[in-house]
């Protein structure tokens, strides 16, 4: 082989793995990406359950406008798909998807709800609300300012 090939041999050798390197940096964040969204969507899932559930009588199975009054754990009732209980105290649950846990205290018409990704990164955080006259807020980021 003459000189002129084999550097270019070389030079295809050191341009393949660096789209290999490059190749893999993309999939990954656009694993941790997804998995983000899927938290998101689940902590959104469990909002819009949250406000059902807070509309239902008790005798039905709901928190008859005061979330203080759901039976058992509240994140357990808000319909996150969950597959198992983690933590010792039972208030840690969670999926393929992350680690969600109720942040700080629950009151008659507020809670919020912490997500962990399992991919890692920064805990997203929803917190839901009513305001006095009825209206529902919601914030989710990663460092939310409480709307009520």
């Given amino acids: ?20 390197i490059v190749a893999i940096n993309v999939f990954g964040t656009a694993a941790e990406s997804g998995n983000r969204d899927a938290v998101r969507q689940d902590l959104l ?3 819009t359950s949250a ?26 009732r808000l319909g996150l798909t969950i597959t198992q209980n ?18 700080g205290a629950v009151t008659s018409d507020k809670f919020s ?7 890692g990164g920064d805990d997203i955080m929803a917190i839901v609300c009513r305001d006095d006259n009825r209206q529902w807020h919601v ?6 300012v409480d709307p009520c």
């Fill in 1 to 20: 082989m003459g000189q002129q090939q084999l550097l270019l041999v070389i030079l295809v050798t050191i341009l393949v793995g660096i789209a290999t």
């Fill in 45 to 47: 899932h469990g909002v």
């Fill in 51 to 76: 406000q059902a559930l807070h509309a239902k009588p008790l005798m039905f199975d709901g928190a008859e406008q005061d979330f203080t009054n759901v039976e058992g754990t509240l994140i357990e």
């Fill in 86 to 103: 983690y933590g010792e105290d039972g208030d840690d649950w969670g999926n393929e998807n992350g680690i969600y846990t109720i942040d």
């Fill in 113 to 119: 709800i912490r997500g962990t990704p399992s991919s």
């Fill in 139 to 144: 914030v989710m980021g990663e460092s939310p």
